[in-house]
């Protein structure tokens, strides 16, 4: 199965407790490919990183893996946290469509990390678990970015007793938070078992499965919700509303579906009745090949989902993180904007009850 056409990537969010490693991973996630200078292996976008297909299959070692998947890749929010998967949602969910949640295998799981986990099968959305630092296991000999089995190989009896022990810990943790879980090479349905992924943020060891885990969790529970329309008028939900040089208040914003142009008329929520404005600029970052250039960002004339953007526009300081935006039309800002209010509302009692 090949790429498909009308799917877009699918947004990846990783969720943890502080210090258990959300950071590094994702530092791991964009620089790891960087530093192998491959040309494309990622995407920078604002506030997300794009990880083509290509990038992730060459990374697993093994290419024939590339037709197998229809997804184009795997974009990561840079924002990591609980606050950041709860508050960022989408029309009739979250806005993350597949989520990591990171626990420090040496810590074990922090009450609110269980409560995530909770959330995530509030909403329906798969998930893999990733026991991160298994670097500080006492003996253990790092395999820089090596597969989580071949590294675990080459590892001495003692340490693998060691890791055994303390992965047992997670599943039993797990098991009482009522969740069935196994390691991710020994899951064969991923819907009635939850894989845990051992991993070192820091060593890259078990960072190609967490992308292999996640492709493969696209594939088998996504096809559905994936699907988008490059021609209709654009929908988003605000990363973050920011004050930049020169241009004032912007929005930082992951379109997931349709397409956002120069020009265009956007209705943003915020926090009394929904504002009106038109698009100014479109920027994205600079590539980082030109680093001479003074400016941060780079001006586009249209973009399509999924993508990561900054929105110059009047108008923007009191726009909402987390809320929707939609592109509008003169005969549909009047209803667009009524059903912003209702989804702001929802959103408002839903986050209350939790
Ligand atoms: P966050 O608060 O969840 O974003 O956690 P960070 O990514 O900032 O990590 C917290 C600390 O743990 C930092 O000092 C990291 O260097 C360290 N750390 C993260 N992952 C690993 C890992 O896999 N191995 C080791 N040894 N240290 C790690």
């Given at each position: 199965?090949?790429?498909?056409?009308?799917?877009?990537?699918?947004?990846?969010?990783?969720?943890?407790?502080?210090?258990?490693?959300?950071?590094?991973?994702?530092?791991?996630?964009r620089?790891?490919?960087?530093?192998?200078?491959?040309?494309?292996?990622?995407t920078q976008h604002i506030g997300a990183t794009?990880?083509?297909?290509?990038?992730?299959?060459?990374?697993?070692?093994?290419?024939?893996?590339?037709?197998?998947?229809?997804?184009?890749?795997?974009?990561?929010i840079d924002t990591?946290?609980?606050?950041?998967?709860?508050?960022?949602?989408?029309?009739?969910?979250?806005?993350?469509?597949?989520?990591?949640?990171?626990?420090?295998?040496?810590?074990?799981?922090?009450?609110?990390?269980?409560?995530?986990?909770?959330?995530?099968?509030?909403?329906?959305?798969?998930?893999?678990?990733?026991?991160?630092?298994?670097?500080?296991?006492?003996?253990?000999?790092?395999?820089?970015?090596?597969?989580?089995?071949?590294?675990?190989?080459?590892?001495?009896?003692?340490?693998?007793?060691?890791?055994?022990?303390?992965?047992?810990?997670?599943?039993?943790?797990?098991?009482?938070?009522?969740?069935?879980?196994?390691?991710?090479?020994?899951?064969?349905?991923?819907?009635?078992?939850?894989?845990?992924?051992?991993?070192?943020?820091?060593?890259?060891?078990?960072?190609?499965?967490?992308?292999?885990?996640?492709?493969?969790?696209?594939?088998?529970?996504?096809?559905?919700?994936?699907?988008?329309?490059?021609?209709?008028?654009?929908?988003g939900t605000v990363l973050e509303v920011k004050e930049e040089k020169g241009l004032g208040a912007t929005i930082d914003v992951i379109l997931?579906?349709?397409?956002l142009k120069k020009g265009d008329?956007i209705?943003v929520g915020s926090l009394?009745?929904?504002l009106?404005t038109k698009v100014r600029a479109l920027l994205k970052p600079r590539p980082l090949t030109e680093i001479k250039s003074e400016e941060k960002f780079q001006q586009v004339q249209s973009v399509?989902?999924?993508i990561g953007v900054k929105i110059s526009a009047p108008n923007l300081d009191s726009a909402l993180a987390g809320s929707?935006v939609?592109?509008?039309?003169?005969?549909?800002?009047?209803?667009?904007?009524?059903?912003?209010?209702?989804?702001?509302?929802?959103?408002?009692?839903?986050?209350?009850?939790?």
């Amino acid at each position: 199965m090949a790429v498909k056409q009308d799917l877009r990537t699918p947004i990846v969010s990783v969720m943890g407790h502080v210090d258990h490693g959300k950071t590094t991973l994702l530092d791991r996630i964009r620089g790891s490919t960087v530093a192998e200078g491959e040309a494309g292996a990622i995407t920078q976008h604002i506030g997300a990183t794009e990880v083509p297909i290509d990038t992730i299959v060459s990374k697993c070692g093994n290419p024939a893996l590339r037709d197998k998947f229809m997804v184009p890749g795997l974009l990561f929010i840079d924002t990591p946290g609980h606050h950041a998967f709860t508050s960022l949602r989408s029309r009739g969910g979250a806005l993350a469509d597949l989520a990591i949640v990171i626990v420090d295998i040496n810590e074990g799981f922090m009450p609110q990390t269980i409560e995530s986990l909770q959330i995530l099968k509030r909403f329906k959305t798969p998930f893999v678990v990733v026991a991160n630092k298994i670097d500080r296991i006492h003996g253990w000999e790092p395999q820089k970015n090596a597969p989580f089995i071949v590294s675990y190989n080459k590892q001495s009896e003692r340490v693998k007793t060691e890791l055994d022990r303390k992965f047992y810990e997670v599943v039993g943790e797990l098991y009482n938070a009522g969740f069935n879980s196994e390691r991710h090479d020994r899951v064969s349905d991923f819907q009635r078992n939850i894989g845990i992924i051992p991993i070192s943020a820091v060593t890259g060891e078990g960072i190609a499965d967490v992308l292999m885990v996640l492709l493969g969790l696209a594939q088998r529970f996504l096809e559905g919700n994936l699907h988008y329309d490059a021609s209709v008028p654009g929908v988003g939900t605000v990363l973050e509303v920011k004050e930049e040089k020169g241009l004032g208040a912007t929005i930082d914003v992951i379109l997931y579906d349709g397409n956002l142009k120069k020009g265009d008329m956007i209705v943003v929520g915020s926090l009394g009745k929904p504002l009106h404005t038109k698009v100014r600029a479109l920027l994205k970052p600079r590539p980082l090949t030109e680093i001479k250039s003074e400016e941060k960002f780079q001006q586009v004339q249209s973009v399509t989902a999924a993508i990561g953007v900054k929105i110059s526009a009047p108008n923007l300081d009191s726009a909402l993180a987390g809320s929707p935006v939609r592109v509008v039309t003169p005969e549909t800002v009047d209803a667009i904007s009524e059903e912003i209010l209702n989804e702001l509302e929802e959103v408002q009692i839903d986050t209350d009850a939790l």
